[in-house]
């Protein structure tokens, strides 16, 4: 996960430490899910609204987030 993509989290969900962020994470709603996608996309390939019209498999896309995350180390 860059750095670019925590920020772009951060300014999402109104937080301004890893920390808030963080806890912020901890409840998810799928439009949450829609953005982190987003955002570990660069926020310039799709916009939010564009993947709610993706076929997203739920399951992938946790993995995915997952992953996200282990990588940046949270």
Known sequence: ???GALAR???A???NTLEALEA????LSSHDVLVIISALLCGEAMSPA??????IRPTEAAQAIAKAFEGAGA
């Open 9 to 11: 989290l951060e300014a």
């Open 24 to 27: 912020r994470l901890s409840s």
């Open 1 to 3: 996960m860059t750095m």
């Open 50 to 55: 564009e993947l709610a019209k993706a076929q």
């Open 13 to 15: 969900f109104e937080v």
